[in-house]
């Protein structure tokens, strides 16, 4: 999968927390922080039901997994959010 690049600005607090979250070693590495958190806002956006105490990569393949097998009713749902 080719990744575009992008460049975002953060004050110097939000930076110091996704360092120690590298530091820590939940991530790898910055980009990889930032990615998962921006996958957490859009599924949880778009489905809402994502926790936070899983890697939301897995979590996400999980629910497009289910999804793409079960049969559901977009507007049942969409009354839901």
């Known amino acids: 999968m080719v990744m575009e690049t992008m460049q975002i600005r953060m004050n110097k ?22 990615r998962d958190a921006v996958r957490r806002l859009i599924l949880n956006d778009l489905v809402g039901i994502l926790s ?3 890697n939301s990569v897995k979590q996400i393949k999980s629910v497009r997994k289910r999804l793409s097998k079960e049969k559901f009713n977009l507007e049942e749902i969409n009354k839901i959010s």
Do not use: C, K, P
């Not at 607090?13 to 990889?32: H, K």
């Open 13 to 34: 607090e939000l930076v110091q927390r996704v360092d120690t979250l590298v530091q820590t070693g939940i991530y790898s590495n910055r980009s990889d922080a930032i």
């Open 52 to 54: 936070n105490n899983e």
